[in-house]
Structure formats: C-alpha cells, structure tokens
C-alpha cells in the first residue's frame, strides 16, 4: 500500500514522500478525551469516568502543551484532534489556540454538535484547516436512535452552516448502522445541497475497551448488508437491503482458509510479507491517557509511552516494532481473498480480535460476500 502516484510538483507530496523515506514523523493524531456529549449505541471510545479509570487518565492541558513542542521538534507538521468529543476536553480553548499559534495544520475531527459560542469564536478567530464531522442520520429521528439526543441533527447542520460561513473546509462521514442505514439517500443529498463530499463508514468495530461497554456488534449492518450497502448509491439502499437478505444465505458456503502448517521458507527463514500503510511510516496516535500507537485503531494493543519516555524514543520503538505488527497473518497469506480483502490491517485486526496477527470473522465474511455480490451485479450488466 506504500504505492502512491506522487505529484513531486506538489508540496504536501514531496513532504509526504520524504517523511515516508526518512521514517519521519509528519503527522498525529490525539484523541483527547473519551467524554462526549453524544451516547452512540456502537461507539468504541465513549466511557464513562468510572468505566474509564482503570486505563488512566486525562492528560493535563500542559503536558499536552509540551507533547506539541516535542512534535513540532520532530517534524510534525499536520495534527488532527478528536474524542469522543474533542471540543469537551477541559481546556480545550486554551490547547487549541497555543496549537494553532505554533503553525500546525490543524484537523477537528468532531461530531459538531456540542459547541458553545466560546468554542465557535475560537474557530472563527482561528479558524482550523479542516473539519471532519461525522453523521449519525439525515433526522432529529435518527439522531435520538442513533446518538441520544433528539435535537442532534439541528445542532449539527447549525454547526456545520457555520464552518461554512467562516469558510472552514469541511468533509462529512456518515457511520452507518441498523438504525440510520435508510436515512442514506438523505445524506447523499445533504452533501449535494451543502456542496460538501462525504464518504461512509460501514466497517464497525467493538468498544476498543469492552465490548460491554457498547452495542456495536447487535447494531451494525450483518456481513451481507455492507457488501450491498457499499456497492449502492444512497437512492438504492432499500434495493441493497432487499439483496442482502438472499446474499446471507451465501455464508453456509464460507470457510475460513487454512491455517499454514509452516510458516518459514525453504531456507528457514521467516517469511514476512507487509501489510504497509502509508500512514504507519509517518504517523502516531496518542490516546487520551498518553499511550502512542501509530493509529488510533491500535488503541486496544500495547503501547509506547511518550509522556513518560519523550515522544523521539517513544517513535523509534514504534518504528522497531512495525516489521512485526504489520505483517499478514499466515491465514491471510494462504487467502484467495488476499488482493481484494479491504479493511485488512494491523489496526483493524486489533479492533475485531484484540491482536494485530487474528483476521476478524465480521471482515472475512464481508470480504466473501462483496466478492461474490460484484460478480452478481456483474452478471446482471452483461
Ligand atoms: S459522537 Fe463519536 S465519540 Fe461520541 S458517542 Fe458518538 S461515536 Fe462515540
Ligand atoms: S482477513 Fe481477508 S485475507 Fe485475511 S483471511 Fe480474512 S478474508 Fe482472507
């Protein structure tokens, strides 16, 4: 995945493709806080305090402050800040500002719908290079199914209305679930009338911590219905559905591949094939409790720790560490499905099975289904 077509007349890319080559740091993500003002019923972060208290706590405005010189130090030059609910960490004001004076091209990634007349001032002040606002439905409706609060959907476009006013570039991502996957066509033409992209995220997985603490599994879309869902414009998602229900039934044929007998090559030496991403060579996540990982669905997995260590040794362990994180299992190595497998990462495999090295049931099966659902509606054309 490390293959890119770089457009070495372009800045970003130049900067992009040295940093891959130098094993720099370029970008990071922090999750600051895991409050929210949102109850998702499949998020994998939201906890409460008690829920929370055994992984840690909040890092203070100051530390963070001083984690941002280190970053900067190194080389950092993109920072993206979300939660659960980013603009609720404590201090946020305070963090953002000094982020923002130090140069960083900053990302909010965020639900919009919990700001206060301080928090939009700050943007309009300093406005952020890029809002990512997820979606949780088309409707104040969906929005109490989805998220709990019964004005969501309001307070959401207000919010987004206003990035627009102030001319802060927006991207929009709808997660799609049981409850919200028929509000699809009205998000496809949200985008349209608010002239904004949006991509979809139907890949769900547990709480990162205890599946306990979330409904995630009982509501996201079965196997069958992603592969559907995906292979639809917003207009045909009851088509999709429709087809999902016979698509099931395609699962009594699935097996999983066999797992290699030998995993060495003829001369014994290990066999490692890389299952590269071009953001694990430049980029870190650091959660809200201080654990570094080089992206935030890792945050199940150990850790380094660079409040504790600084954040240069902390990077070159993790940079150590990646020959043995990102290689394929051996049982996707003897896959057919290898080549058209998505969401197959290290980070990925962390969320569905708490290791790097475990394929997830829920993405084999899903990967099984889209293959044989594109060759359905293949089919159909010729
Ligand atoms: S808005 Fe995001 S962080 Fe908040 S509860 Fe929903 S999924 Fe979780
Ligand atoms: S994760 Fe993908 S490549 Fe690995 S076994 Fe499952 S379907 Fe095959």
């Not at 010189?69 to 939660?83: K, P």
């Not at 090559?265 to 080089?294: E, R, V």
């Amino acid at each position: 995945m490390l293959q890119k077509e770089w457009d070495l007349t372009k800045i970003e890319d130049r900067i992009q493709k040295r940093a891959i080559e130098r094993r720099r740091p370029l970008s990071c993500i922090w999750e600051l806080t895991y409050h929210c003002n949102f109850h998702c019923r499949m998020c994998y972060v939201r906890m409460t305090d008690e829920q929370a208290a055994p992984f840690g706590r909040l890092r203070t405005v100051d530390e963070w402050l001083d984690m941002a010189r280190q970053i900067y130090d190194a080389g950092v030059l993109y920072l993206t800040l979300t939660g659960g609910e980013c603009t609720l960490y404590p201090g946020f004001e305070r963090l953002y500002e000094q982020l923002y004076g130090m140069g960083f091209r900053l990302c909010i990634m965020s639900n919009a719908g919990a700001y206060k007349d301080g928090t939009r001032e700050l943007f309009r002040k300093f406005p952020p290079h890029r809002a990512a606002i997820t979606l949780y439905g088309g409707s104040n409706q969906t929005y109490a199914a989805v998220t709990g609060d019964p004005y969501g959907f309001d307070k959401v476009l207000e919010n987004i209305r206003y990035f627009q006013s102030i001319g802060v570039r927006i991207t929009l991502n709808f997660t799609v679930i049981r409850q919200n996957v028929l509000d699809y066509p009205i998000i496809g033409r949200l985008s349209q009338q608010l002239n904004v992209p949006y991509t979809i995220t139907t890949d769900i997985a547990e709480h990162q911590r205890d599946p306990s603490f979330s409904d995630a599994a009982a509501c996201r879309l079965t196997p069958a219905q992603r592969a559907c869902v995906d292979c639809h414009s917003p207009e045909d998602v009851v088509k999709a559905l429709e087809d999902a229900e016979s698509l099931e039934m395609e699962l009594q044929n699935f097996r999983m591949p066999p797992v290699p007998f030998r995993e060495s090559s003829s001369d014994g030496t290990q066999k490692t094939m890389l299952n590269d991403c071009i953001g694990s060579y430049t980029g870190g996540a650091i959660l809200w409790n201080g654990d570094m990982q080089c992206c935030i669905s890792m945050g199940a997995y150990h850790h380094q720790k660079p409040f504790e260590i600084g954040f240069e040794k902390a990077w070159e362990q993790m940079k150590n560490e990646h020959g043995f994180i990102f290689q394929y299992p051996g049982i996707c190595r003897n896959c057919q499905l290898l080549s058209e497998c998505e969401h197959n990462c290290p980070g990925r495999r962390v969320e569905g099975t708490k290791s790097p090295l475990e394929p997830d049931l829920y993405i084999c099966q899903y990967s099984y289904l889209l293959k044989l659902y594109k060759s359905r509606i293949n089919n159909q054309k010729i």
